[in-house]
Each structure stands twice: as C-alpha cells, then as structure tokens.
C-alpha cells in the first residue's frame, strides 16, 4: 500500500485566499484524523472522522476551517479565508479500529503533511 | 487538557539510557507513542490499554500506569537513530477525544 497520501506537500498562499488540502488514507482503515502542528502549540487534532462521518471537531479553530469526507477513500481540510496565524504543517493520519476494545483506534498512520505558508 | 511531557528536553550519550514521562490530569483510556524526525510525520511505536500492562519494542518498553494517569516511555542503550521528538498521545476514558501530549526532543550524541 502506498500509505496515506497527501497533497500538496507545499502550499504558499496569500492572506483571504482558499485554501484546500486533500488526504487519501489508507485502503480499508475506518478513521482518518487531520491534525495542524506548529512549533507554538505543537501537535492537536482538529477533527477526525470514523466511516466517513465526523466524531469530534472540537478542535476546528473556528469557522474558517471546514473538512468533509465524501467517501472512505478521500478527505478535505478546507480554509477560507486563509490567514498567516495558519501557517502551519497539516497532517492527515488514518488507522482501524481498535476490534478488541468499545472504541478506540489502533496504529495510526500520518501521512507526509503539507506545509502551509499563508504572507 | 493536553497531557503534560517530562522532560522538555533530553541529551543523550549513545548507549545511555532515558524516560519519558507523559502524565494526564484526566482519566486515560489508552496511550499511544510516536516518535517524529525532523522534517518528518510521527510514526507509531507502541499502544498500552488501560490495566498496568508494559510493551516493548525493540530497546524501547513503555507502561501505563492507570492510578497515576501516567505512561512512561524506557529507551535503553540509546542509538543515534533514537533522535526525534517523542509524543504520547491519548484517549480519554468516556469520550471520543485524542489528544497529543506537550513532547520530548530527544538527542543521542555519539
């Protein structure tokens, strides 16, 4: 398998413009998570997704950031309007569930990122 | 909320051995280790469930201690390739969060 796939690996964009990052996770895993890391706040999800439906978005900044999952090969972390306090590397990881326990994930695969630099 | 890392920091002669500490102030369901390069995405080391148990990876064990809301991550006998940033990350009992602790930059010097 390829691993979790993400694009664009680098983003520049300029201050009020959209931006859109996608994520391919893995084949057959049941969640995918996106996280944001800066050197300031380090590493925090901002929202992941179990069968293609959002569990927990608590950690979106606010209403500038949308993400959706139209089906379970395929997600999109979008930010409009995009601001420089929003440069930072994206994440998107994905793993199964954890069978043996209630709830819960197992390995969770990150994919490379996408570096995003917002002047 | 987040879980807290101890150390920060940590230098390390090869061969040394380190612990990583990653303590909650909530109540855990499971923690997961990861540990990042630069430049790099984290990558998975070991997941520990709630009941005390200890894994091992190699030269790398962790244990979860549940009372205390407390994993600790054991590197033995150090090797270069241990350099990176260690994250515990951590689901909370009774609610679908996940959520990464604070980090340890780890260097092992030859």
């Known amino acids: 398998d390829a691993g979790v796939i993400q694009s664009p690996r680098h983003e520049v964009t300029e201050m009020g413009q959209e931006v859109t990052l996608r994520c391919k996770p893995i084949?057959?895993?049941?969640?995918l998570f996106w996280y944001r890391q800066t050197m300031m706040r380090g590493l925090e999800l901002l929202i992941y997704f179990n069968n293609n439906v959002p569990i927990d978005d608590s950690g979106m900044p606010e209403d500038r950031f949308s993400a959706k999952m139209p089906n379970a090969s395929f997600s999109t972390l979008k930010i409009q309007p995009s601001e420089p306090r929003d440069s930072a590397v994206y994440f998107c990881?994905?793993?199964?569930?954890?069978?043996?326990?209630?709830?819960?994930?197992?390995?969770?695969?990150f994919g490379p990122g996408t570096r995003l630099t917002v002047l | 909320q987040q879980p807290v890392q101890s150390p920060q920091a940590v230098i390390l002669r090869e061969g040394e051995d380190a612990v990583i500490n990653c303590s909650s102030s909530?109540?855990?369901?499971?923690v997961h280790w990861y540990r990042q390069k630069h430049g790099e995405a984290p990558v998975f080391l070991m997941i520990?469930?709630?009941?005390?148990e200890q894994k091992g990876h190699e030269k790398i064990s962790a244990s979860f201690n549940e009372k205390k809301q407390q994993s600790s991550l054991y590197l033995t006998a150090s090797q270069l390739s241990y350099s990176g940033t260690y994250f515990c990350?951590?689901?909370?009992?009774?609610?679908?969060?996940?959520?990464f602790g604070t980090g340890t930059r780890l260097k092992v010097l030859a």
């Open positions: 084949s057959g895993h049941d969640y």
């Open positions: 990881a994905s793993s199964l569930a954890a069978l043996e326990r209630e709830w819960g994930t197992d390995t969770q695969y």
């Open positions: 909530k109540a855990l369901y499971s």
């Open positions: 520990l469930l709630k009941g005390g």
């Open positions: 990350g951590t689901e909370y009992a009774g609610t679908y969060k996940y959520i």
